[in-house]
């Protein structure tokens, strides 16, 4: 086992991770531990933009911004979060661009913008151009910058590290962190990187879903980590379904489409939007436009042989806009599904994209032991956290904005707070439970595979915590998880190596997955109502005066919920500044 010591530990090297790096390594001895290689993070596959009130192509400010997200997130956004967002978006958006990030530009050299779902002037009125960007792979070019700068200021990186565990020290009566342990999968070997300041940017958890937008590495491994910590998780019920996968494969068709023009068809050729939300029709916010089509298809109006899926239709925009402002989606219709969408519309469904809930942190980054006390040295910033900008339905291009404005307040407060604290003590033998978690997983012989299991959970978590939920369907698949919980203590596994053992790290995953999908679904059975994404049959209605609160989550063996032993639940009010709860009609 290695030792390292550092002021601030980062874990991961997504655009949250480095942007962060940027600011702690400017400051203090930053290490970034990253499980793929830093440019691989799944940030570089984000395609339509980052918003930013910046008011180029048309008039526009942050306060509208601050609205459209609070009401974009079914008013479960905390309005201070919101609003540092909001304001701090255009500082975000121009600190890109002196680092060199090429946006596409207007004709006069300013960074061009686009529309968006949600994104609107003058509160709801029409759609705005918010959306800064380049072309449709803007997450890839943010991903590129960053690392380039994280380089220049001599950030240290250990690529390929799996950080499995929070190492905790007792200072003063309650636990802070005194580093992570991490596993090198070139090695085998087992790394403790001792630190002041750790922040954790480990991205989402898109996998314990079939039909996904999102990477294979996509795994909430940070969030698992914190929980099992016992750390409580926040608003873990909220899992957004992007309206437009390809049809059958999940895979993303940026919402950049509908942006610059693309409309949605029913099989009778009916722009069916019009119905649900008649003012911003298809760029409503997701959470509608989901529901919209999974309706359609419901009531028969779906298109292709099983009258599963709607059509993304493209045709009426120029061949040339199309490849300027969307070439690569449109070539993943071509690749995937075999369609051209200079002539053809291409067929799209619902795939689950984004975990709105995460890690709780204050607007510092801070993260939250419990509604009000912070863990002093611990951080967390992007996907994996929630502080809470999206509330319960998060709108498109706020995540990469998300990720640079809290990614840059978590490194700057890493680095401060490691400036005057002491460097904390380490337990004896902090290595030890994931040493020995290892060692059982390398030396596992059960019948159990692990594919299988992953395939599994995914199966029934699509099947029951989808777009449209209820508590039975719900109840289905919290007691296929705990099957399936059974059936991991009994795996096996076929490398036994120890250099880029991948079977034995996807084994650690499929635990992770597993916890959260249980957390994800026995919070949704608690919260009885409707709100953003989280759509409930049996209570269809939003429900303010029992429900606009966050679910706060904890691992407790001395508890149970919704019949469900090691768990307990909590509420967390909402902050409210200025926006009170209204009817959300667009
Ligand atoms: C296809 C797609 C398109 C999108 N398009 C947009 C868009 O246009 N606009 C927008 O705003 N949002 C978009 N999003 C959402 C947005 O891209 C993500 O939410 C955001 O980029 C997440 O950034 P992150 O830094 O939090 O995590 P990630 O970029 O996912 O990075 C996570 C990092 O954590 C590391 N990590 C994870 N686990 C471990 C571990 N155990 N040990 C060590 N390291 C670990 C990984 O190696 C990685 O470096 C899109 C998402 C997808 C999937």
Redo the contacts with the bound molecule.
């Keep these: 086992m290695q030792v390292h010591e550092y002021d601030v530990v980062i874990?991961?090297?997504?655009?949250?991770?480095m942007r962060a790096a940027i600011e702690s390594g400017q400051r203090a001895r930053t290490a970034v531990?990253?499980?793929?290689y830093?440019t691989r993070?799944?940030?570089g596959?984000?395609?339509?933009?980052?918003c930013a009130a910046l008011a180029n192509v048309e008039e526009d400010n942050w306060e509208w911004h601050t609205f459209d997200t609070i009401k974009g997130g079914d008013y479960l956004v905390d309005q201070d979060a919101a609003e540092v967002m909001a304001k701090e978006a255009i500082d975000a958006v121009l600190d890109l661009e002196k680092m060199g990030l090429p946006f596409n530009r207007t004709e006069e050299g300013k960074i061009d913008q686009r529309r968006f779902g949600g994104h609107t002037r003058d509160h709801g009125k029409a759609p705005v151009r918010r959306a800064c960007y380049a072309a449709d792979r803007?997450?890839h070019m943010i991903l590129q910058t960053l690392y380039q700068n994280c380089v220049k200021h001599g950030v240290e990186f250990f690529n390929e590290?799996?950080?499995?565990d929070l190492v905790m020290t007792e200072v003063d009566g309650k636990e802070q962190p005194a580093g992570v342990v991490?596993y090198e999968l070139a090695t085998g070997e087992i790394h403790v990187f001792r630190s002041k300041s750790v922040v954790f940017?480990?991205?989402?958890f898109?996998k314990i879903f079939k039909t996904t937008?999102?990477?294979h590495?996509?795994t909430g491994?940070?969030v698992a980590v914190t929980y099992r910590r016992g750390l409580p998780l926040e608003d873990m019920e909220f899992f957004q379904f992007h309206p437009t996968g390809l049809a059958g494969l999940g895979i993303?068709l940026?919402e950049?489409a509908r942006g610059e023009g693309g409309i949605l068809r029913n099989a009778d050729g009916e722009r069916f939007m019009e119905r649900y939300a008649p003012t911003i029709k298809d760029l409503a916010p997701r959470d509608i436009v989901a529901r919209s089509m999974a309706n359609e298809v419901r009531e028969g109006r779906g298109c292709g042989p099983n009258k599963d899926y709607v059509l993304l239709d493209l045709t009426h925009l120029e061949p040339a806009h199309i490849d300027a402002k969307l070439p690569d989606i449109t070539e993943f219709a071509r690749t995937y599904l075999g369609v051209e969408p200079y002539t053809e519309p291409v067929p799209v469904f619902p795939t689950a994209?984004?975990g709105m809930g995460g890690i709780p942190t204050n607007i510092e980054s801070e993260v939250l032991r419990d509604n009000t006390d912070v863990v002093p040295g611990l951080y967390a910033a992007?996907?994996?956290a929630c502080v809470s900008v999206h509330g319960s339905n998060r709108l498109?291009?706020?995540?990469?904005?998300d990720?640079n404005v809290f990614?840059k307040r978590a490194g700057r407060a890493a680095a401060e707070y490691a400036k005057t604290a002491p460097m904390p003590e380490l337990p004896e033998n902090p290595e030890a439970f994931v040493a020995g978690e290892i060692e059982r997983l390398r030396t596992s012989d059960g019948p159990e595979r692990v594919a299988a299991i992953r395939a599994d959970l995914q199966e029934t978590m699509d099947a029951n915590v989808q777009v449209f939920r209820t508590d039975e369907t719900m109840r289905k698949a919290l007691n296929d998880i705990e099957a399936l919980r059974e059936r991991y203590k009994n795996i096996g596994i076929q490398d036994r190596g120890r250099r880029f053992n991948l079977d034995l790290l996807e084994a650690m995953e499929l635990g992770f997955l597993l916890e959260i999908a249980e957390v994800v679904t026995v919070a949704a059975i608690h919260r009885k109502e409707s709100r953003g994404g989280h759509f409930r049959e049996d209570f269809p209605d939003r429900d303010d005066a029992n429900f606009m609160q966050h679910t706060m989550t904890y691992r407790d063996q001395s508890s149970e919920t919704e019949g469900i032993p090691g768990m307990r639940l909590e509420w967390k009010p909402v902050v409210v500044t200025r926006y009170q709860p209204m009817e959300r009609k667009y």
């Design positions: 874990v991961g090297a997504g655009g949250a991770g531990l990253t499980k793929i830093p993070s799944h940030t596959a984000a395609q339509g933009g980052m803007t997450g590290f799996y950080v499995l991490a940017a480990t991205g989402g898109g937008s999102n990477a590495t996509l491994d940070g993303l940026s950049a994209h984004y992007g996907e994996c498109g291009t706020n995540s990469l904005l990720i990614g």
